[in-house]
């Protein structure tokens, strides 16, 4: 009788001990996106439980479940309106719903192939979307200069990525322009800087045979010299470059100094 009552309250000792034995954490992405998350006491670096992610602390953009450290079962991405933008199956390694790309989207394509009329093609997709997916690669740039004696509006960025006919990120570069200040820059980066999570995508396709593609993310700059999403209609695409439309004519002022 002892044994069966020892053995009823171990039973439910356990799952009370191991809610116990956690920490909750709220954690900055971006600028604008919050994420919130347990972890185990002993080691703060195993996530367990349900985790989330919200755009300004309201739309909910990321959400699933850890099993100590791993990523589990099928977790849903949204874009930054709250629209479903992804939903993967971590246990089976599945795509099970991407949404198409719309065609206003800060995020274009540029493949190494000719498409033809009538060509089936396919995007390389990321894990976590084409908005939450993509933060790492926003996260990891800063200006080189101080931008305090400068007006931020008038300097923006883009992210290019290049992505192998085999799913890999061989290539990462940031340029960054500003026509008000005469300054062009393009800064390219070692690829290792990414773990190896953050360097896997499934690769693009013309008629089933995977391509190289490069992906152009179009960033707005942060007071910090942060990047972040951009968010404006005020850009043209031209010739396949990304530009900022000038709205009226300022006369150029000093270009920032290099460190």
């Not at 971590?90 to 033809?116: G, H, M, P, R, V």
């Not at 060509?119 to 997916?133: A, E, F, H, Q, S």
Request: net charge neutral; proline share 5%; aromatic share 16%.
């Amino acid at each position: 009788m002892k044994f069966c009552l020892l053995l009823f309250l171990g039973v439910f000792y356990i799952p009370i001990c191991f809610g116990q034995d956690t920490v909750n954490h709220k954690n900055w992405l971006t600028s604008l996106v919050l994420e919130r998350y347990k972890t185990l006491k002993p080691d703060e670096n195993i996530r367990v439980g349900p985790y989330k992610a919200y755009f300004r602390r309201k739309t909910l953009i990321a959400e699933g479940r850890y099993d100590r450290g791993v990523k589990v079962g099928i977790w849903n991405f949204y874009n930054e309106q709250g629209k479903l933008n992804q939903r993967f199956d971590f246990d089976k390694t599945e795509y099970i719903y991407e949404a198409a790309l719309d065609s206003n989207t800060d995020i274009q394509f540029s493949f190494d192939a000719e498409i033809k009329p009538g060509d089936r093609v396919t995007r390389p997709l990321k894990i976590g979307g084409m908005y939450y997916g993509l933060i790492p690669y926003i996260n990891i740039f800063h200006l080189p200069f101080k931008i305090d004696e400068y007006s931020i509006d008038n300097f923006h960025a883009v992210i290019e990525l290049l992505i192998s006919p085999h799913g890999r990120l061989a290539d990462y570069k940031v340029r960054v322009q500003s026509a008000t200040y005469r300054y062009d820059q393009t800064f390219n980066f070692d690829v290792n800087l990414f773990g190896e999570e953050d360097k896997q995508f499934s690769p693009a396709t013309v008629n089933r045979q995977p391509i190289l593609v490069r992906v152009f993310i179009r960033c707005a700059i942060n007071a910090d010299g942060s990047l972040d999403f951009f968010n404006s209609n005020s850009w043209l695409i031209i010739n396949g470059a990304w530009m900022k439309r000038i709205m009226d004519q300022q006369p150029a002022a000093r270009a920032p100094q290099e460190p």
